[in-house]
Each structure stands twice: as structure tokens, then as C-alpha cells.
Nanobody, 116 residues
Framework: QVQLVESGGGLVHPGGSLRLSCAAS????????MGWYRQAPGKQRELVAA???????NYADSVKGRFTISRQNAKKTVDLQMNSLKPDDTAVYYC??????????WGQGTRVTVSS
């Protein structure tokens, strides 16, 4: 059973920064890819950023240049550094992992609120 536990959400002012962390119950190399999704009220869940086992990354256009996804292999975590936050970034952020067998796993989510 794979467990993903997110942390780091909270309330931040526009222009501020937050760092989200996803702790996995097994090595991040066990997964073909890991990523962060978000779901704002009344909207569908969307991909924010992802990183493959080979280290390739991709980002939603709306966060390019502001967010950075990274992987800490020894700690078995995948982090999302979020800078220059905007009210539109307000959402519940979910950690996602896909293994080589095509199975997908989700964390419980962490809430990010950007408001003055």
C-alpha cells in the first residue's frame, strides 16, 4: 500500500511563498512520475507540476516561472516551491504518484489560501 502525505499548506498573502511537501511511503524511484494537482472550489482537478523518475519536469502554463517541483530522494519527498502566489492559486493541492504498473495514488490534500 502506497501512502502519500502532504504538508505545508496554509494562508498566505498575494505575492508570498509557500513550500508544499509530499512524503511517500516508499522510494520516489518506485514511481514513474510524481506530481502535484490542485482543485479550486467549483473547478476540476488540474495538473500543476510533475516530475518523472528521470528528472524531467512539466508545469501548467499558469504556474511556469513561479512554481518549482523537486525531488529529495533520501527523504522520499517531492516538494513544490510556490512563489509569487496569486489569489487564483487558492485550492486544495494533492500529491499524485504513478507507478510503472499504471496504478495511481493520491494524498489527502493540503489547502492553500492566497488572500489579503
Amino acid at each position: 500500500q502506497v501512502q502519500l502525505v502532504e504538508s505545508g499548506g496554509g494562508l498566505v498573502h498575494p505575492g508570498g511563498s509557500l513550500r508544499l511537501s509530499c512524503a511517500a511511503s516508499r522510494s520516489v524511484f518506485a514511481f514513474a512520475a510524481m506530481g502535484w494537482y490542485r482543485q479550486a472550489p467549483g473547478k476540476q482537478r488540474e495538473l500543476v507540476a510533475a516530475i518523472t523518475s528521470g528528472g524531467s519536469t512539466n508545469y501548467a502554463d499558469s504556474v511556469k516561472g513561479r512554481f518549482t517541483i523537486s525531488r529529495q530522494n533520501a527523504k522520499k519527498t517531492v516538494d513544490l516551491q510556490m512563489n509569487s502566489l496569486k489569489p487564483d492559486d487558492t485550492a486544495v493541492y494533492y500529491c499524485n504518484a504513478k507507478n510503472y504498473g499504471g496504478n495511481e495514488f493520491w494524498g489527502q490534500g493540503t489547502r492553500v489560501t492566497v488572500s489579503s
